[in-house]
């Protein structure tokens, strides 16, 4: 069954309930071009490939299919080919970009994150607090996390400012998309030169001081997948978190009550509605049997993250058969798992990024409401990726922080 289509947008949800009952834990899929994969929506499934990083290892050069595979191939960018970095390497030359990628992270202080985050989001929300009306999606959930990423590697402010409008143009796609790919390169080029020329208290100089030897070309690409792999899908996270804190009743009532909805919903989000719903993914090293289906040597295996999340086998017994998974369990596979997952440091920084971006907003702006009715509310076109395009809201005009006695 194709990949694409509306329904993915709207309701994924009842999609992967229908290919659960059609087709079972393993689905036979098609890529856009009619290029075959397996979509793995079975809890058990997806666990059973991410735990087992030598027979479903993310290596994307085993691709069966790279010969029938065209240059323009609208997926490319996103399923990658074999690089010396972090995101699209595999097995032991991972394992080196790792063992330098996660300390990196982890040296960013939690206390200077947050600080960061504060500064950065009233920032954002001096320049539309007067007027009473906002995208919370353009005018603060996307800028805030590439802002606050591009400071943490060790940006001034006005090129973060830069590197935000380059993410803007890459992730629109269209013609503008090639050109933002190179200037995105030079941003961390010259970042690399910079920080080795005189070191500072960031991601990147802690990169340059790790003790094994990487290329200038490995750093690069290495930053380039930090910040791409980090911003919209953390902006996703906000953006989904505030639509159910701005739609359901339940979270409503509690909007200007504080932080325990604010995690709950943020909980909520990566259990029922979670940025990166499906992932490209993984690929077998030789031919095995998952889910009853046979898998050849090559063929492409989709996390489908969000599907594995609700599955109803794995369900009853982490929830307790509730409907939502609101008590903090972390058994989700939002960030996936196994060697491959998210860095534990990088979800911890995502954490916090859209944890104190939504505490700072609601506290300046406490009676944020829709302008628009939910049901105009749109998500980001695309089966992999779980957005909200635009949420525009309305509140009471409020004085810019630089006003404030
Ligand atoms: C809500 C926010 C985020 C979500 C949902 C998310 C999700 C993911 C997922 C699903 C993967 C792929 C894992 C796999 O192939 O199994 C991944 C990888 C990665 N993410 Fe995140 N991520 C988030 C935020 C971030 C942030 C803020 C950073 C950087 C500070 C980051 C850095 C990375 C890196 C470097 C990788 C590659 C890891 C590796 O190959 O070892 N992510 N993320």
Not at 105 to 116: F, Q, Y
Request: aromatic share 6%; hydrophobic share 40%; glycine share 10%.
């Amino acid at each position: 069954m194709p990949l694409s289509g509306p329904s993915f947008q709207i309701e994924p949800q009842a999609v992967y309930r229908a290919m659960r009952r059609d087709h079972g834990p393993v689905v036979p899929v098609e890529l856009p071009g009619g290029f075959p994969a397996w979509l793995v929506i079975g809890y058990r499934e997806l666990h059973q490939v991410t735990s087992d990083g030598e027979l479903f290892p993310r290596d994307v050069g085993l691709w069966n299919q790279w010969e029938h595979i065209p240059q323009d191939w609208p997926l490319l960018p996103m399923v990658g080919r074999p690089l010396p970095s972090i995101y699209f390497s595999a097995g032991d030359e991972h394992r080196r970009h790792a063992r330098m990628v996660g300390p990196a992270l982890e040296g960013a202080d939690p206390l200077e994150i947050r600080r960061h985050c504060e500064q950065l989001a009233d920032r954002l929300i001096d320049a539309v607090c007067s007027t009473g009306t906002a995208d919370l999606v353009a005018d603060f959930c996307e800028p805030l996390p590439v802002l606050v990423l591009a400071r943490l590697v060790g940006f001034p402010d006005d090129e973060g400012a830069s590197i935000a409008r380059v993410l803007k143009d890459l992730a629109d796609g269209g013609p503008g998309a090639q050109e933002a790919h190179l200037r995105f390169g030079e941003h961390m080029a010259r970042l690399v030169a910079a920080k080795r020329a005189a070191p500072g208290d960031d991601v990147t100089s802690r990169m340059l001081a790790f003790p094994e030897e990487f290329t200038d070309e490995e750093y690069m690409l290495d930053l380039m997948a930090i910040t791409a792999a980090g911003h919209l899908t953390t902006a996703d996270w906000m953006s989904n978190s505030l639509r159910l804190m701005l739609t359901e009743d339940e979270f409503a009532q509690s909007m200007a009550g504080g932080r325990r909805s604010v995690a709950e919903a943020m909980n909520e989000v990566l259990w029922e509605d979670g940025p990166t719903q499906i992932l490209a993914g993984r690929w077998a090293a030789r031919d095995t049997r998952l889910g009853g289906r046979p898998i050849r040597a090559g063929d492409m295996l989709l996390l489908g993250l969000g599907a594995a999340n609700t599955d109803p086998l794995i369900r009853q017994s982490l929830t307790g058969g509730g409907s939502s998974a609101q008590g903090g369990n972390g058994a989700h596979f939002a960030f996936s798992h196994g060697e491959y997952r998210c860095p534990f440091p990088a979800q911890e920084i995502a954490e916090t990024i859209a944890r104190t971006g939504i505490e700072v907003l609601l506290d300046r702006l406490p009676d944020l409401r829709l302008r628009v009715p939910v049901a105009d509310l749109v998500r980001r076109p695309s089966a992999f990726l779980r957005g909200t395009t635009a949420l525009p809201v309305r509140f009471t005009p409020v004085r810019t922080t630089g006003d404030l006695p």
